[in-house]
């Protein structure tokens, strides 16, 4: 959901514009990512086809057909002011489009969930600008690995002043979505017909509760903010990679409670009334994800990388250095 955001968030930190390019490339293949994932999850080929031809503009999903490829379109054009010369004075008012595109598309993202009010989960305004705060905490913490992992493998320089930045810049990030997920929950606990579905992702409901508290709040909110937020403890490498890792896994955590715990709260179809049918109306659902959703999820990931690393190794999105000296002659080492 994030990365695609990455090329702005770098900018924002100060760090050295041919980062910027390797942030888009890897927002990019994010991109390449989605689409795969939202077309097989059409499951027969014959509906790309009606998702082509047939606009239903009351759905929220017709809109992120434009969205993703729109977005697309525009990071590619992107991408081209940056590696072209010529075009380089173009590169930023390209990059503002992206931006400004990518804030609409996550959005929309958020948007479909906060446009269900038949979901008591859902139903909520607060989702849309949500989505967007964590769009950027999951996707600087992903650039982050990718970044680091780049640089030990193919053996080029990477030093503390770029990490320390982005470090701090992503403790912001995870303050301000904790923020943002506190207001949401306090905004629902407000509601008296909204005290059903709060009591049961806050306080009983089984592995959603576990994975609320533990997963996106402690793990992935608590823990990495007391990393990024002591220098001392920022400037270890091993464990600004562990406070990246715990964010992604609050990130799936969160992803999990909202998309299946939200799903799994039964409807209320008729308010004020108790509904029990042999089509499990009334009760809370069950959900495994089955093999083929696992190995969609795990298959359109490694697409997205095997891309980034064809980038890096034959493209050269990769700059040379990011040594201290490089970045910021006057960084303390």
């Known amino acids: 959901m994030g990365i695609a955001a990455d090329h702005t968030v770098v900018d924002a930190a100060g760090v050295a514009a041919n980062t910027i390019l390797q ?3 890897l927002g990019a293949n994010a991109e390449v990512y989605r689409l795969i994932a939202f077309m097989l999850d059409l499951g027969r080929p014959d509906r790309l086809i009606v998702a082509m031809t047939y606009y239903n503009f009351k759905s929220v999903f017709a809109w992120n057909v434009f969205l993703y490829t729109g977005f697309f379109g525009i990071v590619a054009v992107y991408l081209w002011t940056m590696m072209e010369h010529r075009m380089n004075t173009y590169s930023k008012a390209a990059g503002m489009a992206a931006f400004i595109w990518r804030l609409i598309l996550t959005t929309g993202t958020g948007s479909i969930f906060g446009f269900l009010v038949a979901r008591d989960a859902y139903s909520s305004a607060l989702l849309a600008p949500m989505f967007i705060i964590l769009s950027f905490a999951y996707g600087l913490a992903v650039y982050l690995l990718v970044m680091i992992a780049a640089y030990t493998w193919s053996g080029r320089p990477l030093g503390d002043a770029v990490l320390q930045r982005l470090g701090r810049l ?9 923020y943002f997920v506190f207001v949401f929950h306090l905004t629902n606990l407000y509601f008296t017909k909204q005290h059903a579905v709060e009591k049961f992702i806050l306080l009983d409901g089984g592995v959603y509760t576990a994975l609320f508290w533990i ?7 608590v823990v990495p903010m007391l990393i990024l937020f002591n220098p001392k403890l920022r400037a270890a490498r091993g464990l600004l990679v562990a406070a990246c890792l715990a ?29 029990r049918s042999v089509f499990f109306d009334g009760v809370v659902h069950q959900y495994t994800p089955s093999l083929p959703e696992i190995m969609l999820g795990v298959g359109g990931v490694a697409i997205a990388l095997v891309i980034v690393t064809f980038g890096i190794k034959v ?11 490089e970045i910021d002659p006057h960084a303390k080492t």
Request: charge should be negative.
């Open 23 to 25: 942030a888009v490339f």
């Open 215 to 221: 997963g996106q709040i402690a793990i992935g909110g």
């Open 315 to 325: 493209l050269r999105f990769l700059p040379e250095s990011l040594a201290d000296s």
């Open 247 to 275: 964010i992604i896994f609050g990130g799936l955590a969160q992803m999990y409670v909202t998309i299946i715990g939200g799903q799994a709260f039964p409807l209320d179809i008729f308010p004020g009334w108790q509904t």
């Open 170 to 178: 992503l403790g912001v990030f995870v303050a301000a979505a904790l």
